[in-house]
């Protein structure tokens, strides 16, 4: 597979454009693709708690805790997929883990 490459991929892309089985040949493509709004649960960074001890930061499969100048920033919830790593690592309880649901009818 070394010797293909991928194609742009779109909303609108034909099927017959997409590589066989949707492999992906090439590294590094996933912030062109939103893979975060199938997630069941939904971590949620509480502030007030968060020492910035950055535990979390790199056991977060996805990059989705998002660091700048030294200090973590809300989560990225374009590409976190819920797995709730995150929610397990870190030692001050300042993220919550609740239903994607809940979310939805808080913004009601």
């Known amino acids: ?19 066989p089985g949707g492999a992906i040949y090439e590294a590094g493509n996933a912030e062109g693709y939103k893979t975060g ?3 069941s649960m939904r971590p949620v960074w ?25 200090k973590r920033l809300d989560f990225d919830y374009d590409h976190c997929k819920g797995c709730g790593v995150c929610v ?9 883990f609740i239903k994607e649901e809940d979310k939805e009818e808080q913004e009601v």
């Open 46 to 70: 509480i502030e007030e708690k968060c020492t910035q001890c950055m535990l979390c930061p790199p056991t977060c499969p996805d990059t989705s805790i998002p660091v700048k100048d030294s």
């Open 1 to 19: 597979m070394s010797n293909k490459t991928a194609k742009k991929m779109t909303t609108v892309t034909p099927w017959r454009e997409i590589t």
């Open 88 to 96: 397990k690592i870190c030692p001050f309880k300042a993220i919550d």
């Open 37 to 39: 709004d199938w997630r």
